[in-house]
């Protein structure tokens, strides 16, 4: 029998995890353990880091795991890295489930740059009322540009302040949609929006309501990632786990009869 492990924490992994259990799948979700209140699951869940690449092919192996799915968010790079690692030890079959990145449709005003160093680089002009639409892992980079008044959507209350002298925190979980993109960017004279380039409709509203408003956009690039297989869909997700042999790795040291 199949056992699949998805590597979760967006919305599709939440969708594909739904899909595994409407068939009847043996599957587990697992998440970083970063959302305080992750959404209920369908599936039985496991929370926390393996230990890197070889805590991951460690987990594949006690765990008889015949399928990995890495449904990590884009920016999720090292987990992702660490997938791969682990899938070319092991044998275990590896697939991404990842939405396209976004692109600028006419009437968009965006800079694109590579990282989030070269974002921070970025606001090096005059005082700004920034929405820093980035999640709460890289408020702290944003401190080299105190002058700014941040606005900071994040999914759960600070635990402790942002270390930005002049900020708004606006706690909300997406999808969000244009109509309150709008409203949130009207009514915190928001002058320029800074995104990571997720991908997926989840999160395009604030970029909608940027295009709708005239207003720029500072997009920070995906990180790059090792070559892997790729589907944005979950029917394609149900579709390879069809059509590919499971493979469960040998316990370690079964192979040398230990
Ligand atoms: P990351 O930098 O690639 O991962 C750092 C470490 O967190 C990994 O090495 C791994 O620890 C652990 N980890 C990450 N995802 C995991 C998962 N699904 N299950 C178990 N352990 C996991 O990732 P990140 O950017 O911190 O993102 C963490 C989680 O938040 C991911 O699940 C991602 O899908 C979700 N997320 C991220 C973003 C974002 O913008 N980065 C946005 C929305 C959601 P070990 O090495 O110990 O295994």
Same mark, same amino acid.
């Given at each position: 029998m199949r056992h699949v492990l998805v590597l979760g924490g967006t919305l599709e992994a939440s969708a594909l995890a739904q899909a595994l259990a409407d068939r009847g799948e043996r599957a587990v979700l697992s998440y !970083?353990?970063?959302?305080?209140r992750p959404r209920a699951q369908p599936v039985p869940v496991r929370v926390g880091g393996f230990g890197g690449a070889a805590g991951l092919a460690r987990h594949l192996r006690d765990h008889a795991v015949t399928h990995l799915v890495d449904?990590?968010?884009? +920016?999720a790079a090292r987990m992702s890295a660490n997938a791969v690692a682990a899938c070319a030890e092991t044998g275990v079959p590896l697939l991404a489930l990842t939405r396209p990145a976004w692109r600028p449709d006419a009437g968009d005003d965006w800079t694109t740059v590579p990282d989030m160093d070269a974002a921070v680089a970025a606001l090096d002009g005059p005082p700004r009322h920034v929405?820093?639409?980035?999640?709460?892992?890289?408020? !702290?980079? +944003?401190?080299?540009?105190?002058?700014h008044h941040y606005v900071l959507r994040l999914i759960?209350?600070?635990?402790?302040?942002?270390?930005?002298p002049r900020h708004t925190v606006v706690v909300a979980r997406g999808p969000f949609d244009v109509a309150g993109d709008t409203a949130l960017l009207r009514a915190h004279r928001i002058d320029l929006v800074v995104c990571k380039n997720?991908?997926?409709?989840? !999160?395009?509203a604030k970029l909608r309501a940027a295009r709708d408003l005239g207003l720029p956009v500072l997009m920070v690039a995906r990180p790059p990632l090792p070559a892997r297989r790729e589907v944005a869909r979950v029917a394609d997700a149900l579709r390879w786990l069809d059509d590919t042999p499971p493979h469960a790795p040998a316990p370690r040291g079964a192979e040398r009869g230990v």
């Amino acid at each position: 029998m199949r056992h699949v492990l998805v590597l979760g924490g967006t919305l599709e992994a939440s969708a594909l995890a739904q899909a595994l259990a409407d068939r009847g799948e043996r599957a587990v979700l697992s998440y !970083a353990g970063r959302v305080a209140r992750p959404r209920a699951q369908p599936v039985p869940v496991r929370v926390g880091g393996f230990g890197g690449a070889a805590g991951l092919a460690r987990h594949l192996r006690d765990h008889a795991v015949t399928h990995l799915v890495d449904a990590t968010h884009p +920016f999720a790079a090292r987990m992702s890295a660490n997938a791969v690692a682990a899938c070319a030890e092991t044998g275990v079959p590896l697939l991404a489930l990842t939405r396209p990145a976004w692109r600028p449709d006419a009437g968009d005003d965006w800079t694109t740059v590579p990282d989030m160093d070269a974002a921070v680089a970025a606001l090096d002009g005059p005082p700004r009322h920034v929405l820093l639409a980035l999640g709460r892992m890289h408020l !702290a980079e +944003f401190a080299a540009r105190p002058r700014h008044h941040y606005v900071l959507r994040l999914i759960d209350p600070p635990e402790a302040p942002p270390p930005l002298p002049r900020h708004t925190v606006v706690v909300a979980r997406g999808p969000f949609d244009v109509a309150g993109d709008t409203a949130l960017l009207r009514a915190h004279r928001i002058d320029l929006v800074v995104c990571k380039n997720a991908g997926g409709s989840g !999160a395009d509203a604030k970029l909608r309501a940027a295009r709708d408003l005239g207003l720029p956009v500072l997009m920070v690039a995906r990180p790059p990632l090792p070559a892997r297989r790729e589907v944005a869909r979950v029917a394609d997700a149900l579709r390879w786990l069809d059509d590919t042999p499971p493979h469960a790795p040998a316990p370690r040291g079964a192979e040398r009869g230990v």
